[in-house]
């Protein structure tokens, strides 16, 4: 019998886990992805600002998650998609902003898209051909905040941040203007035009003018504006005039404006004061008395041709007013036409009061009296080189009679014919009195004188025929004689004649004659009784 095995038997080990306190490297790679996910989650949500939508025509130049949405050159959102509007009149785009441009919600904060264009005001968004379209952004002011924008086609004009006023013009017709258009102060541009429209009643236009500062303080309440686009050529009885204000009118049109030399009221305009939009310059300066003119009414039976609407009119050289309308009556009692023509008259300028001329007592007796002494309206001749006409006033103290009636709608002047009108009357009359001359019994006449003067010639001939035979020889006879003579009367006045000695020395007898007669009469003075007694010898000392 075996003994029993000592060897104790084995004992089963106690295997226990390890405790593992520390993740598994396989997944400690998607541990650090979601933390990283968390965080560009978390910095995605911090930069991220307000979603808005902007309503365009087109889609054109906008790529959802490329176009992006800059103000001032920096970026503040991109557009995150671009959708169809339902009634497919436009689209939609949502832009997600940054989020510190919570300031861009304001209600009247504008967007356009901004590409290349060629506009009245030049060319922009030239940049863009390389770095693609983009949206630019207005900044608005107002106190409203909204999320959905209607976009703008063009972009505008001015924006928030320029400095100045804006100002509306009333014109009959918007001419070569647009928006862009330059405004102009003495020919340096301030400004530019803004918007326009047509008024609710559709007789004239709506301009809006924005004029940067400090210029905007040149606006005053007299300030006068003026159409300044193209040429400003004019051809009236004054010539040819050109005025431009620059070179840029010519091809984009424009404005100007400028106070007249003598202002009325010099006070600041506020911001949208309104102002008329003149034609010209000229029509834009006109004094405050012509805004408000007296109507009369002229009578011509003369030809009006050279007269047109603008014509001035003047007394003496001084321009009183102008002409409005030219028009044709006909006269059935005179059986003729005539041609009434409406003035426009500044009564200020020659030192009358309107006040007062409205009293009709008063005009009636101004009227009269200018009448009496001879005033009278006359068309004459202002270039010979255009034939323009003008109206012009003055006394004439032999014009006929004439009557004014100012009790009508427009007081009627008396008028006269113009100096070629009356240059050509009197070339009439002459013309008639030449006609009455009777020139057949004048040349009738004329022939029996030439006649008789034929005969008297041939009388005359025979007469000379004759003296040349019987009177000429004659004559040459006697001629011969009368030499002869001549030169006998020469040899005897000579120096060397025979009567020419004798005669000297009977002149020497004569002188000493004389000289003796003077001694014994100047002895006789002395002894007067010499002639009783004699000559009494005289005794020596």
């Known amino acids: 019998m075996s003994e029993p095995d000592s060897t104790p038997a084995p004992v089963s080990p106690d295997i226990r886990q390890p405790v593992r306190w520390l993740p598994s490297l396989v997944w400690l790679i998607p541990l650090i992805a979601a933390v990283v996910g968390l965080s560009l989650l978390i910095h995605t949500l911090l930069q991220n600002g307000p979603e808005i939508s902007v309503t365009f025509r087109t889609a054109e130049g906008l790529t ?7 103000y001032k050159s920096v970026d503040i959102g991109r557009v995150k998609s671009v959708h169809l509007a339902q009634d ?9 902003l940054s989020n510190d441009a919570e300031s861009f919600l304001a209600r009247d904060t504008r967007f356009w898209v901004v590409r290349p264009r060629l506009a009245v005001s030049g060319v922009s968004g030239l940049e863009t051909l390389l770095s693609g379209a983009y949206i630019g952004v207005d900044a608005g002011k107002s106190a409203i905040r909204v999320k959905k924008f209607n976009g703008l086609e063009v972009p505008p004009a001015i924006t928030t941040d320029v400095s100045g006023k804006q100002f509306t013009l009333r014109a009959a017709d918007l001419g ?32 809006r003018v924005f004029v940067n500062r400090p210029y905007d303080k040149l606006v005053t309440t007299d300030t006068r504006f003026w159409h300044a686009s193209g040429v400003d050529l004019k051809l009236d009885a004054g010539g040819i005039k050109l005025n431009t204000q620059a070179l840029a009118t010519v ?8 106070e007249p030399d003598h202002p009325i009221n010099a006070a600041l305009a506020n911001e949208n004061a309104e102002f008329m939009l003149a034609a010209d310059q000229a029509e834009a300066m006109k004094p405050r008395d012509e805004l408000a003119p007296e109507l009369a009414v002229l009578n ?3 030809s009006v041709r050279g007269l047109s609407p603008g014509s001035p009119v003047d007394f003496r050289g001084i321009v009183i007013g102008q002409v409005r309308s030219i028009g044709i009556d006909y006269v059935r009692e005179k059986k003729m036409f005539r041609f009434p023509v409406v003035i426009e008259l500044y009564p200020s ?29 006359q068309l004459r001749t202002g270039n010979m080189l255009t034939g323009q006409l003008y109206v012009a006033f003055d006394f004439f103290p032999n014009a006929p009679a004439a009557k004014v ?23 009439g009359n002459i013309v008639a009195r030449i006609d009455k001359i009777p020139f057949d019994d004048i040349a009738r006449e004329l022939r029996v004188s030439m006649a008789s003067l034929d005969k008297t010639l041939n009388n005359a001939d025979k007469l000379l025929v004759q003296l040349n035979g019987n009177v000429v020889p004659e004559f040459a006879a006697a001629m011969q004689d009368a030499r002869k003579m001549l030169q006998t009367a020469n040899s005897t006045l ?18 000493r004659a004389a000289a003796s007669l003077r001694t014994l009469t100047d002895y006789l003075e002395r002894h007067p009784e010499a002639l009783i007694r004699g000559k009494v010898r005289e005794e020596a000392p």
């Open 64 to 70: 959802p998650g490329k176009t992006v949405v800059r």
């Open 88 to 96: 497919r009149s436009h689209v939609i785009a949502v832009i997600a």
């Open 176 to 207: 070569s203007l647009d928006i862009g258009s330059p405004v102009y102060y003495r020919r340096m541009q301030v400004g530019q035009v803004v918007a326009y429209r047509l008024n609710p009643d559709a007789r004239g236009i709506s301009l």
């Open 251 to 258: 091809l984009l049109g424009g404005v100007a404006f400028q």
């Open 300 to 302: 011509f039976d003369q």
């Open 349 to 377: 300028r020659i030192g009358l009061d309107v006040g007062e001329l409205r009293n009709k007592r008063y005009a009636r007796d101004i009227a009269e009296t200018m009448n009496k002494r001879g005033m009278r309206a």
């Open 405 to 427: 009636n100012i009790d009508g709608p427009m007081p009627e002047l008396a008028t006269m014919p113009g100096g070629l009108d009356e240059l050509q009357t009197k070339l």
């Open 494 to 511: 000579s120096s060397d004649a025979p009567l020419q000695q004798d005669t000297r020395r009977t002149l020497q007898e004569l002188t």
